[in-house]
């Protein structure tokens, strides 16, 4: 059983920073493609950052391109996400997610079909 658990949201003031952590266990993938995804209020889940582990390559959404970025620990079975220069419209439910490292790279960003999810960690920018 994969179990995957947030954690390192909170409140911040626009342009602060914030990393979030999700902690992987019970893993069966020798890798993964995993990622972040976030979902504000009324809105749809959208990807924000995915990073394939075997090889490291790393897909971003257009809107956090230079401001957000995913790693990884692979020792500590665990995978980052640093976000800088919040802006209010970052404000979301933050979840991550972990798939088996045949998903497309044309999907990567796309939440439907991860098999694996988070509870979620809330992030809140204020203005």
């Known amino acids: 059983q994969v179990q995957l658990v947030e954690s390192g949201g909170g409140s911040v003031q626009a342009g602060g920073s914030l990393r979030l952590s999700c902690a992987v266990s019970g893993y069966i993938y020798s890798s993964y493609c995993m990622g972040w995804f976030r979902q504000a209020p009324g809105k749809e889940r959208e990807g924000v950052a995915v990073v394939y582990t075997d090889s490291g390559t790393t897909f971003y959404a257009d809107s956090v391109k230079g401001r957000f970025t995913i790693s990884q620990d692979n020792a500590k079975n665990t995978l980052y996400l640093q976000m800088n220069s919040l802006k209010p419209e970052d404000t979301a439910m933050y979840f991550c997610?972990?798939?088996?490292?045949?998903?497309?790279?044309?999907?990567?960003?796309?939440?439907?079909?991860?098999?694996?999810w988070g509870q979620g960690t809330q992030v809140t920018v204020s203005s």
């Open positions: 997610a972990a798939d088996s490292p045949g998903r497309s790279w044309s999907r990567a960003l796309t939440p439907l079909g991860y098999n694996y």
